[in-house]
């Protein structure tokens, strides 16, 4: 049976291009809803609380991964492809958000980890076993070198060497994150048709596509040369935190190989079996991640979407920046697609690391989140993003996450941005749970709750029901094209345009007022419905503190 008629339509009426533009809510299971009382999220809790996702005018929902896991690494270390951890649910729970959120509109994506498994992965357990087993070669194993040591000087994104010894085989074997997660050999032709196999069988249940974790770590290079080191002045934390010597490499051999392009076009070619189906890939590299999404997204026959951390690293953004991320991506990638997002279960909530200082935040955080959703491309929301949910502080004794753990101090990982979603203010732990939470729920969170900004027009939540609504109603910020007309740090002009039909966009990123002048002979005419107060006069856009104006040419 095909996707399109498990979904009830026609293939006359269905929409194959859905994802161009779409606007795609990311969902941290384990944090957005307790259904049962463990103090875990689960999927139970995300069907209770999908009628908010819909209300917000969202298109698609991209759930993290909830597949049978020791958490290790909280289900991004997955030993079961086709099954759901009990911490979660259950298949049947699946295909119930599955039909509950079609029912409601939308669309629903899931978080594929293609890289690696996890140690007790049945695959990896027999690889293990021998050099000899029919999985030997289903991961990355290597000898040592003469002295014992690890075979090159490949390092781990959460520290340390990117190889682990096994006493069984007497080998190292490769693992990009935690050594509880080995990568697996994509080189493998058995490997890569069965991670196909496991894609099947969830495009088979109806899902509408995928977010690929770590894309660009699928392949490594077979020759296993040392990375070269990075120049002190090329250095970022665009991938990793500043305090972590994986920035002081030049990322050549372990990641990003063009190897990676034939795999890719396999799994575009299943996806396309399965009309309307989309994939979003995660690129992790900061040297050149532009140029690893504009060949990902190429040609039409690769993934539809990618993005890397341009707009995730602690760079404050500026209107200079987002000008130069976009004109290098249309250099790169003039046919490509990307997937832009502020925030995510991976990175320090936006709203504390931009918004930390502002002198309004939450009319900070409206304009940048009416700047996301007016970029081309497609445009990924974090839970609690819609709430103004900071980063959390924690005390190193509540942290879960392992990376945070290892990096402490200086790094205090992932766990202040996975922080329990708020539902209402007077509820135990916002309404998350009734028992102890996994993660504590931050008492300054407490008044962003979902009942206290519910009917508050001037609340961040109105704010983004509303503008998602003007974005509805405005296809050239969906799919036109974009051209800027100017930039500076806190001021950004540019026009949208689609069909003969042109909207002028302006913003004003900073606390002063501002204007930006184009020339007398610059007729404008504002549109109504986005909720910001700028004006045009004399050719001239007149911006508030924190303002936007949308408009036309009259």
Known sequence: MTQFLQHGSSGADIDRDWWRGAVIYQIYPRSYQDSNGDGVGDLRGIIRRLPHIASLGVDAIWVSPFFTSPMKDFGYDVTDYRDVDPLFGTLSDFDELLAEAHALGLKVMIDEVLSHTAADHPWFRESRSSRDNPKAGWYVWADARPDGTPPNNWLSIFGGSAWQWDTTRQQ?????????QPDLNLHNLDVQDALLDATRFWLQRGVDGFRLDTINFYFHSQGLEDNPPLALELRNDQTAPAVNPYNWQDHLYDKSRPENLGFLERFRALLDEYPATAAVGEVGDSQRGLQVVAAYTA????????????????????????????????????????????????????????????????????????????????????????????????????LQDPYGKAMWPEFKGRDGCRTPMVWEQDAPHGGFTHADPWLPVPPEHLPLAVDRQLGDAGSLLEHYRRFLAFRRANAALIKGDMEFWTADENVLVFSRDIDNQQLVCAFNLGSRAAEVDLGAETELEGVEGHGFAGRAEAGKIKLSGYGAWFGRLA
């Open 299 to 398: 040609g039409g026959n690769r993934v539809h979407m990618c993005y890397a951390f341009d707009f995730l690293a602690p760079e404050k953004i500026t209107g200079t920046k987002v000008q130069a991320v976009l004109d290098a991506f249309g250099a790169e990638a003039p046919d490509g697609w990307s997937c832009w997002a502020f925030s995510n279960h991976d990175v320090k909530r936006h709203a504390s690391r931009w918004g930390e200082g502002e002198k309004d935040r939450t009319a900070y955080l409206k304009v940048l989140s009416a700047l996301l959703m007016s970029m081309r491309g497609s445009v990924c929301l974090y839970q609690g993003e819609e709430l103004g949910l900071t980063e959390a502080e924690l005390a190193f004794e509540q």
């Open 172 to 180: 190292y074997y490769l693992h990009n994150f935690l050594a509880e």
